[in-house]
T-cell receptor, first 114, second 114 residues
Framework: QKEVEQDPGPLSVPEGAIVSLNCTYS??????FMWYRQYSRKGPELLMY????GNKEDGRFTAQVDKSSKYISLFIRDSQPSDSATYLC??????????????FGSGTRLLVRP | GAVVSQHPSRVICKSGTSVKIECRSL??????MFWYRQFPKQSLMLMAT?????????EQGVEKDKFLINHASLTLSTLTVTSAHPEDSSFYIC??????????FGPGTRLTVT
């Protein structure tokens, strides 16, 4: 079993839809949770990170962590064609400055249709 | 956000030759850099962690004599793929950790070995 599971998609939605992207994980030691966006043939770009449980909002993006269920989500409101990309979740044990490595999900491909 | 560059962005080489990829943090000093490999439609696989002034730490299954990593300064790490073979063809991505322990990724290098 992988430590982090993510549905590869593709997920196709019309412009303006609310998008929900999710990851589940098995290791309760994960403390930091991140979402990266990766356009085709480019490196990943950090969108948001959260610590422990709760919600964090940044513009059209909301990250949600439910540690009791070992489940994290990224919501995109008013989705735009420019949001079409692969979204990777990533997690880390210990404190932010610890030497633990990031563990990535496999990524979900999102396509927002005009 | 912080900027990480990679050079070259794309390289084609013949089997048996060596290829060097550079990773630079442009506006911050990075004591730690990471090298990842990504196959099509798959997630990032950490190859090694590079610490400035010391030997790199390789992940299990990664041949350190084949993938030579040098982190000679706080803004530059290099990955040399020695005696490249077609199965080494992949997308190589570096990332650098800033003083606040956030990781920023480079744009990636696509290596094709013929």
């Amino acid at each position: 079993q992988k430590e982090v599971e993510q549905d590869p998609g593709p997920l196709s939605v019309p412009e303006g839809a609310i998008v929900s992207l999710n990851c589940t994980y098995s290791n309760s030691a994960f403390q930091y949770f991140m979402w990266y966006r990766q356009y085709s043939r480019k490196g990943p770009e950090l969108l948001m990170y959260t610590y422990s449980s709760g919600n964090k909002e940044d513009g059209r993006f909301t990250a949600q962590v439910d540690k009791s269920s070992k489940y994290i989500s990224l919501f995109i409101r008013d989705s735009q064609p420019s949001d079409s990309a692969t979204y990777l979740c990533a997690m880390k044990k210990g404190s932010m400055d610890s030497s633990y490595k990031l563990i990535f999900g496999s990524g979900t491909r999102l396509l927002v249709r005009p | 956000g912080a900027v990480v560059s990679q050079h070259p962005s794309r390289v084609i080489c013949k089997s048996g030759t060596s290829v060097k990829i550079e990773c630079r943090s442009l506006d911050f000093q990075a004591t730690t850099m990471f090298w990842y490999r990504q196959f099509p439609k798959q997630s990032l696989m950490l190859m090694a962690t590079s610490n400035e002034g010391s030997k790199a730490t390789y992940e299990q299954g990664v041949e350190k004599d084949k993938f030579l990593i040098n982190h000679a300064s706080l803004t530059l790490s290099t990955l040399t793929v020695t005696s490249a073979h077609p199965e080494d063809s992949s997308f190589y991505i570096c990332s650098a950790r800033d003083p606040d322990y956030e990781q920023y990724f480079g744009p990636g290098t696509r290596l094709t070995v013929t």
